[in-house]
């Protein structure tokens, strides 16, 4: 856990992008109502996104892979729980925490996150002999316990997102994972997992990991590959982008709940503590909106391990600028 102390220097946003939903149709509605950006012109649907949608001196097909690696890794997380421990002030800005005033309720909330690991469990061990956090034996998905059926095979998916998006256990138990969600008013590709708990979180950094559960071998090793590829790319891109001039910054997220959008800009200010300069906040131009909280802040210029807590987008300021949450890189420029 962060110590308060420790995060003087960070600057936090005044208004979160949680979005608050009653249904489908009020998601839709949300979405062609924005008045922060109407018509979401510079929101790029990801089956869409090319090239193009680059700055002209970012424009080689490894940083294009590299995005929709990076969006097929990215979920939208429905919350249908308020914890009753969600606090009354921001532990750093001292300003109302979002969704104090419904704790205890089944209030929906829309946001993003980011698939960072898959674990495998066999008969409650990990690939190391590392006995289950929970003790757990046996996949406790819904289909498992609905069916009665006792697989001692399963995997769990890690999801990263922001602290005031998925607060504590009680919200992850809560939260449907949908996957794959590419393009408005077609599931047929979705997959929806759902949440069991909170590994890690951290209200001083905005910061949270929770985790789904399946039993469904094909898209446990299709998530692998997927991570894998981002293994893969991200020392390349990394190279390529560390001493350029530009400050590309791309964010892929669920704007309002709707399928993923992209987003480019470019960061604008990096603050980082006296006593690891590998811990940081970055401010950034990209184009967001309510239900992007979560998303992961992708710089090329970085080297993210994937196991790392990265950045992750947690709001804006007084002045309307981005910011992400406080985050672990391994900065270049």
């Not at 209030?107 to 409650?124: E, H, Q």
């Not at 990990?126 to 998905?141: A, N, T, V």
């Not at 498992?144 to 998006?165: F, M, N, P």
């Given at each position: 856990m962060s110590d308060k102390n420790s995060l003087d220097w960070a600057r936090f946003p005044a208004q979160h992008e949680l979005e608050e939903s009653e249904s489908e149709a009020d998601v839709s509605r949300r979405f062609y109502e924005c008045a922060k950006n109407p018509g979401h012109v510079n929101f790029v649907p990801i089956k869409d996104f090319n090239l193009n949608h680059l700055p002209e001196d970012c424009r080689d097909e490894e940083l294009e892979h590299m995005v929709k690696c990076l969006a097929a890794q990215t979920v939208k997380l429905q919350i249908g729980w308020v914890s009753h421990e969600r606090p009354m002030c921001d532990p750093i800005t001292e300003s109302k925490y979002p969704f104090?005033?419904?704790?205890?309720?089944?209030?929906?909330?829309?946001?993003?996150?980011?698939?960072?690991?898959?674990?495998?469990?066999?008969?409650?061990?990990?690939?190391?002999?590392?006995?289950?956090?929970?003790?757990?034996?046996?996949?406790?998905?819904?289909?498992?316990?609905?069916?009665?059926?006792?697989?001692?095979?399963?995997?769990?998916?890690?999801?990263?997102?922001?602290?005031?998006?998925?607060?504590?256990?009680?919200?992850?138990?809560?939260?449907?994972?949908v996957l794959f969600y590419d393009e408005d008013g077609d599931s047929n590709g979705n997959v929806v997992l759902k949440g069991i708990y909170a590994v890690y979180s951290d209200s001083l950094r905005d910061s949270c990991e929770m985790t789904c559960i399946t039993c469904d071998q094909a898209l446990a090793e299709r998530l692998e590959r997927l991570l894998g590829e981002y293994d893969r790319l991200k020392e390349s891109v990394h190279a390529k982008y560390k001493h350029r001039d530009g400050k590309l910054t791309i964010i892929i997220s669920h704007p309002h709940g709707m399928s993923k959008r992209v987003t480019v800009g470019s960061w604008q200010e990096r603050s980082s503590g006296a006593s690891d300069k590998n811990v940081s906040q970055l401010s950034y131009s990209n184009n967001t909106c309510p239900g992007s909280s979560g998303a992961l802040v992708y710089i090329p210029g970085l080297v993210y391990s994937r196991l790392y807590y990265h950045h992750v987008h947690s709001g804006c300021d007084d002045n309307g600028i981005s910011r992400s949450g406080i985050g672990e890189e391994e900065f270049s420029y």
């Open positions: 104090y005033d419904k704790r205890g309720s089944r209030s929906i909330r829309l946001g993003t996150g980011r698939i960072r690991r898959v674990a495998k469990f066999v008969k409650g061990e990990d690939k190391y002999g590392m006995s289950h956090y929970l003790q757990l034996h046996y996949c406790p998905c819904e289909k498992c316990v609905s069916s009665g059926e006792r697989r001692d095979v399963w995997w769990e998916i890690q999801i990263l997102t922001a602290r005031h998006v998925v607060y504590d256990n009680s919200e992850a138990e809560c939260t449907s994972c």
